[in-house]
């Protein structure tokens, strides 16, 4: 089945403590990326990879991390967690980065203590 | 800045209804539109998607409606059904790195 796994889907966790959330697709998807949601504000995309070793920025990038080493795999690090990066996190990832159809994980909802 | 706006915030229906969400947007320079749907405790399901070219595009009981010149995009839904409650997004993709802006949805309630 075509899926983009994110893992774990709940966390709560204390502030400065590193945490990495992990997502993996196995759908050959060029394009992925990272968004937060939150409240009132709506989906804001962190950071985003056209390919393997090819990553930017998104519209809220401070305080996160991002890796992409392989193409299936696309890790959101945070070096230290503030209470203000409690949210609900969502990866996805899509064939190519224009016209194509954005599939999504589950989400991550994360707690910072 | 481009900025997306989906009216109304919520909606209640009564089941068989046929329903219009609706979305605008700030700048027309765009290259495609989404629709997707959010399930409470799930991701978002892409629904459809409009290239900048296309006026409309449909799937089942889903039709979207794209007026790029006036910033406007349109959901209808035929025939509404229980399961089609949920919260409705539409987000439009501004620039050639891929970054989708997204409205704040729309929540919909289908009344048996």
């Known amino acids: 089945e075509a899926q983009v796994t994110q893992n774990p889907r709940y966390l709560i966790t204390v502030t400065g403590k590193k945490l990495t959330v992990t997502c993996s697709q196995n759908m050959n998807h060029e394009y992925m990326s990272w968004y937060r949601q939150d409240p009132g504000l709506g989906l804001r995309q962190i950071y985003y990879?056209?390919?393997?070793?090819?990553?930017d920025k998104g519209d809220v990038p401070e305080g996160y991390k991002v890796s992409r080493k392989e193409k299936r795999n696309f890790p959101l690090i945070l070096e230290s967690p503030s209470p203000n990066q409690t949210s609900l996190y969502f990866c996805a990832s899509s064939l190519g980065q224009l016209n194509q159809p954005q599939h999504f994980g589950d989400g991550t909802r994360l707690s910072i203590l | 800045k481009q900025e997306v706006t989906q009216i109304p915030a919520a909606l209640s229906v009564p089941e068989g209804e046929n329903l219009v969400l609706n979305c605008s947007f700030t700048?027309?320079?765009?290259?495609?539109l989404q629709w997707f749907r959010q399930d409470p405790g799930k991701g978002l399901t892409s629904l459809l998607l409009i290239q900048s070219s296309q006026r409309e595009q449909t799937s089942g009981r889903l039709n979207a409606s794209l007026d790029k010149s006036s910033g406007r995009s349109t959901l209808y839904i035929a025939a509404s059904q229980p399961g089609d409650s949920a919260t409705y997004l539409c987000?439009?993709?501004?620039?050639?790195?891929?970054?989708?802006?997204f409205g704040k949805g729309t929540k919909l309630s289908v009344k048996p």
């Open positions: 990879s056209m390919n393997v070793e090819v990553t």
């Open positions: 987000a439009v993709k501004g620039g050639s790195q891929g970054n989708l802006i």
């Open positions: 700048d027309s320079a765009i290259y495609n």
